[in-house]
């Protein structure tokens, strides 16, 4: 009796880019282009109860100051917006 093996490609174990980030509201004031960001299947990985998930437009011109201001840390760019983790205070 003869065996037929199939290989079967594997795809990758991540989970894929949303088309979409589950944007809240302004992040510094209501009409602020940086908005906080929600949990969804994607950004739950960069939620973290000592930080906001922060998405500004990618070229945004106030980037700069906003990094400054906030303390923000560059996470990645996805879906046209620069992903930043900012610190809240914790005292």
């Keep these: 009796m003869r065996f037929m093996i199939l290989a079967i490609p594997l795809a990758a174990c991540t989970a894929p880019a949303p088309t979409e980030l589950p ?3 302004g992040y510094r004031a209501p009409a602020d282009q940086c908005q906080l960001v929600g ?4 950004t739950n990985q960069y ?3 000592t930080a906001d998930l922060v998405a500004c437009p990618v070229g945004y011109e106030g980037t700069g100051v906003f ?3 906030t303390g923000a840390v ?3 760019t996805l879906t046209g917006y620069d992903l930043f983790s900012v610190p809240t ?3």
């Design 23 to 25: 944007l809240i509201r």
């Design 39 to 42: 949990e969804n299947a994607f």
């Design 47 to 49: 939620l973290d109860h």
């Design 67 to 69: 990094v400054t201001e």
């Design 74 to 76: 560059f996470l990645e």
């Design 89 to 91: 205070n914790q005292g």
